[in-house]
């Protein structure tokens, strides 16, 4: 039987594994962002990166808050070791993925003319 934690790593590596939610993550590094901009430089429908997200709540990686309509969401602040070397990880061990790199360019582009 596994036991809760094993559970919990489990969860996180899953999350790690999917594309569309390891750019999610690494979008979030930068700080809090509303789903509109996740779904617009995601490229897909709003279902589909709600999906995503509620998979990442769900592994404890990423937190919510609403603020009338809107949704936002940052990086959740580690709970352990296992977890912040999972967040460096994102910083160190993916810096040279394309996809990844051009989203964090994009990202940037977007903030500087939409605040």
Known sequence: MKTKVASRVDLMFRAFSDRTRLRILHMLRGGELCV????????????????????????????????????????????????????????????????????ARQLAARMKCCP
């Not at 490229?43 to 990686?61: D, E, I, M, N, T």
């Not at 990423?62 to 709970?79: C, T």
């Not at 160190?92 to 990844?100: A, G, N, S, V, W």
């Open 36 to 103: 509109c901009d996740i779904v617009a430089m995601l490229g897909v429908p709003q279902p589909k990166a709600s999906r995503h997200l509620a998979y990442l709540r769900k592994a404890g990686l990423v937190v919510a808050r609403k603020q009338g309509l809107w949704s936002y969401y940052s990086l959740a602040r580690a709970r352990n070791a296992f977890h912040e070397k999972l967040l460096d990880c994102l910083g160190c061990c993916f810096k040279d993925i394309p996809e990844l790199a051009k989203d």
